[in-house]
């Protein structure tokens, strides 16, 4: 899997970055603590920041930044989004998973949800199901999660390996984030 870190000198903050971003936001891999400084940073470095960019550094809210981008993303020229952003979806419940947020049993289940939902998603919901019910009947064996592990990995590289490096930027931006706001702690 890619540790590359995408730098903001290398994004185009085009409507592929933002079907990217809708996607991160709306699986949860990141929130306001992820884009807030990367946001700040664009309107400082941008001459002429684009709109959407402006609104999202002022929400906080998980809900309203969705809608931001989702706005600018079916707004005026429209373009068609990449089929690969529904298994780039599963991809950040992935790296979820990864940095312990979320369980594997919770992994099998919400790609699951989202793949009949969607009915996008190289595997359908069954496959995510069925690997889900194996591992309930193992009584959750670490064994076997590792093996499920590998399989899905497998599938989805290319998806993990595609959202990974905008992920540890986002990353960068969290810790920034929080190391600024704890140094405005009071100290007791």
């Not at 699986?27 to 946001?39: A, N, T, V």
């Amino acid at each position: 899997m890619s540790n590359e870190k995408v730098t903001l000198r290398d994004l185009v903050l085009d409507k592929a970055f933002a079907y990217k971003l809708s996607v991160m936001l709306e699986s949860r891999l990141i929130g306001y603590k992820h884009f807030y400084l990367f946001c700040d940073e664009i309107i400082d470095v941008y001459t002429k920041p684009p709109y959407w960019i402006i609104q999202l550094a002022v929400t906080k809210y998980q809900a309203s930044a969705i809608s931001i981008v989702n706005h600018y993303l079916y707004s005026e020229p429209f373009i068609e989004n990449d089929p690969k952003l529904y298994d780039q979806y599963i991809a950040c419940l992935y790296l979820r998973y990864a940095r312990n947020e979320l369980s594997w049993a919770s992994f099998l289940w919400k790609s699951g949800a989202y793949s009949d939902g969607t009915g996008s998603v190289k595997e359908p919901c069954e496959y995510f199901y069925d690997l889900l019910n194996e591992l309930e009947e193992s009584e959750y064996s670490s064994e076997l999660e590792k093996r499920q592990l590998c399989e899905v990995v497998e599938k989805f590289r290319s998806d993990i390996d595609a959202m990974n490096p905008i992920y540890q930027m986002f990353k960068g931006y969290y810790k920034k984030y929080v190391n600024r706001n704890l140094c405005l702690l009071p100290r007791k």
